[in-house]
């Protein structure tokens, strides 16, 4: 049974960093895909960002390219995303999401939330 918890989330102003973690039981996260995921009330989801472990690659959206470093400690099975220069526009709930399964084109389509198996719980992030 894979569950996903994130934490690190809280208030920040203008920019302020934040470290978000996704700890992962039943499942080992260096074994396939994980996605940081975030939405704002009346907004679609928006993925930020995701690493492939298997292959070490790493995919940000422009809206966090250069401000965002997702990461992966092997050792505590947990993947981090840090955020830096926070904005307020950064302001949403981030989910953490995983899929063990293989996803074809993953490199146009590791942005959406559904590809993945499953999510967290989120954490509240507010920058204000």
């Known amino acids: 049974h894979v569950q996903l918890v994130e934490s690190g989330g809280g208030s920040v102003q203008p920019g302020g960093s934040l470290r978000l973690s996704c700890g992962a039981s039943g499942y080992i996260l260096s074994s396939g895909r994980t996605l940081w995921f975030r939405q704002a009330p009346g907004k679609e989801r928006e993925g930020v960002a995701a690493i492939y472990t298997v292959g070490i690659r790493t995919y940000y959206a422009d809206s966090v390219k250069g401000r965002f470093t997702i990461s992966l400690d092997k050792a505590k099975n947990t993947v981090f995303l840090l955020m830096n220069s926070l904005k307020p526009e950064d302001t949403a709930m981030y989910y953490c999401?995983?899929?063990?399964?293989?996803?074809?084109?993953?490199?146009?389509?590791?942005?959406?939330?559904?590809?993945?198996?499953?999510r967290g719980q989120g954490t509240q992030v507010t920058v204000s």
């Open positions: 999401a995983v899929s063990p399964a293989y996803i074809p084109d993953y490199g146009n389509r590791w942005h959406r939330p559904d590809e993945y198996n499953y």
